[in-house]
């Protein structure tokens, strides 16, 4: 358990809370409230691209305020399990070394960004960056394997895209979103998240 790192998944909670707490009590804000959740893929590319390794499902779901015509604040909850950074690899002494077998680790994340208004319209796109906090939870293997998967690790880490949404009546939109993460854990993931859904504003 790293106990340090705690803190900062509070602290932005207690933030993105006080702020919907501000949006709520003004009819003005209010009015710029949203909620969205979407469906994707992603891809592990802390070392090449490969357009055949995008694995899928990821889900996210969030929370956003405006903070005035061209920026809004955003909150975001996503969860996805992804292969192990090591499977496959030689592992061990070398007098008696394993071959990691295929496991996966359970990332769940909690996001805080800021988003810029870049094109308005039917079509709207939104440039966006932020930081977050994120859990590495490595499924169990064989007791032989099992000391050299990923560490269970709760870490820091920053992201930063772009998405667009389509309105179509109402308060509904649909949202596609390209977003990419850099997990500041001990493997240094980088991944990249394609998705797509929907998004209501009040």
Not at 60 to 73: Q, T
Not at 104 to 122: A, E, K, M
Request: charge should be neutral; avoid cysteine.
């Amino acid at each position: 358990k790293l106990p340090a790192e705690v803190p900062v998944s509070i602290r932005i909670r207690g933030l993105s809370l006080g702020l919907l707490a501000l949006s709520l009590g003004s009819p003005a804000l209010a009015q710029q409230f949203g909620v969205g959740a979407t469906y994707g893929w992603f891809n592990d590319v802390e070392h090449r691209f490969r357009l055949e390794n995008f694995r899928s499902p990821a889900w996210e779901g969030w929370i956003e305020s405006r903070l005035g015509e061209e920026a809004s604040l955003r909150v975001t909850y996503g969860t996805l399990h992804a292969p192990g950074d090591n499977v496959g690899q030689t592992v061990g002494p070398s007098e008696s070394p394993i071959v990691m077998p295929e496991y996966r680790d359970r990332i769940q994340y909690i996001t805080l960004s800021v988003s810029y208004l870049f094109r308005d319209g039917p079509l709207t796109t939104e440039l966006f960056a932020g930081i977050g906090g994120y859990g590495i939870r490595p499924e169990s293997i064989s007791p032989a394997a099992d000391p050299f998967r990923d560490a269970r690790e709760r870490v820091f880490g920053w992201h930063a895209g772009v998405d667009g949404s389509l309105h179509l009546s109402g308060g509904f939109s649909l949202v596609g979103r390209v977003a990419f993460h850099g997990i500041q854990s001990q493997t240094r993931r980088s991944l990249l998240i394609a998705s797509t859904g929907a998004a209501y504003r009040f």
